[in-house]
C-alpha cells in the first residue's frame, strides 16, 4: 500500500543545533516532494520544494535533499532557534494530478 | 490578496445537526482541496475541485460528507448529519496549477466539535 511516514516522536533539540526530520515514502514515485511548517491552531505553511531531478534545496537555514532510490527527503534546519518549534508535514503528490498527500508530520521542539 | 478565508472558524454543534463549512479560495486558483486534521490520521484529504470540477473525492469519508463549488471564489463542505467522530478541524486550500509542482495555500481551518 502507499505510505508516506514521518517520524511520529517529537524531536527535541538544543538552541543552535542542526535539526534533521526524515520522510520515507512507499509505492509512490513523485515528480517533486514539498515541506510545510504548521503551528498550533493555524493552517500549514509552505517552505520548500524539491523536484525528482534535484538532489538537494536550500533556503536560508532550511536544506531539503531528495533521494529517490531510497524514496527519503530529509528535512534539515541549521543553527536552529526556539522560533522554529512547530510541526513539519511532507507532502508529494503521488499521482502527478495535483493531488497532494500529507504526511502525519514530526513535532519539533527547539529549546534555549 | 486576502489568502484562503474560512468560516466559520469554530463550530459547536449537537449530533444530528447538519454543519456546513464555507471557504473562499485565493483570487485566480484554479485548485481546491478540502483537508480534515485529527490527531490520530494526520492531513487527510477529503476532496479537490479543479477549475470548480471535481476531480478525486475518494476521500470523502461517506454519504454524509458532500461538497460543492458553484463558482470559483466559492466552496462549500456539508455534513448531514453530523457524529461526534466528525470532530476535527477542517482546512480548505487552494493552488495555481504551474506545470509540476503545485504549492498549496491552507485556510486557518474550521474547528469543529460534535456533541
Known amino acids: 500500500s502507499q505510505k508516506i511516514e514521518q517520524n511520529s516522536e517529537a524531536l527535541n533539540i538544543q538552541e543552535g543545533k542542526t535539526a534533521t526530520l526524515t520522510c520515507n515514502y512507499t509505492?509512490?514515485?513523485?515528480?517533486?516532494l514539498q515541506w510545510y511548517r504548521q503551528d498550533p491552531g493555524r493552517g500549514p505553511v509552505f517552505l520548500l520544494l524539491?523536484?525528482?531531478?534535484?538532489k538537494e534545496k536550500r533556503k536560508e537555514r532550511l536544506k531539503v535533499t531528495f533521494d529517490t532510490t531510497l524514496k527519503q527527503s530529509l528535512f534539515h534546519i541549521t543553527a536552529s532557534q526556539p522560533a522554529d518549534s512547530a510541526t513539519y508535514l511532507c507532502?508529494?503528490?503521488?499521482?502527478?494530478?495535483?493531488?497532494?498527500?500529507f504526511g502525519q508530520g514530526t513535532t519539533l521542539q527547539v529549546k534555549p | 490578496d486576502a489568502g484562503v478565508i474560512q468560516s466559520p472558524r469554530h463550530e459547536v454543534t449537537e449530533m444530528g445537526q447538519e454543519v456546513t463549512l464555507r471557504c473562499k479560495p485565493i483570487?485566480?486558483?484554479?485548485?481546491l482541496f478540502w483537508y480534515r486534521q485529527t490527531m490520530m490520521r494526520g492531513l487527510e484529504l477529503l476532496i479537490y475541485?479543479?477549475?470548480?470540477?471535481?476531480?478525486?473525492d475518494s476521500g470523502m469519508p461517506e454519504d454524509r460528507f458532500s461538497a460543492k463549488m458553484p463558482n470559483a471564489s466559492f466552496s462549500t463542505l456539508k455534513i448531514q448529519p453530523s457524529e461526534p467522530r466528525d470532530s476535527a478541524v477542517y482546512f480548505c486550500?487552494?493552488?495555481?496549477?504551474?506545470?509540476?509542482?503545485?504549492?498549496?495555500?491552507f485556510g486557518e481551518g474550521s474547528w469543529l466539535t460534535v456533541v
Open positions: 486550500a487552494s493552488s495555481l496549477s504551474r506545470g509540476s509542482g503545485n504549492t498549496i495555500y
Open positions: 509505492n509512490y514515485s513523485p515528480a517533486y
Open positions: 524539491i523536484r525528482e531531478n534535484e
Open positions: 507532502a508529494l503528490d503521488g499521482s502527478n494530478t495535483g493531488k497532494l498527500i
Open positions: 483570487s485566480g486558483h484554479d485548485y
Open positions: 475541485f479543479n477549475n470548480n470540477v471535481p476531480i478525486d
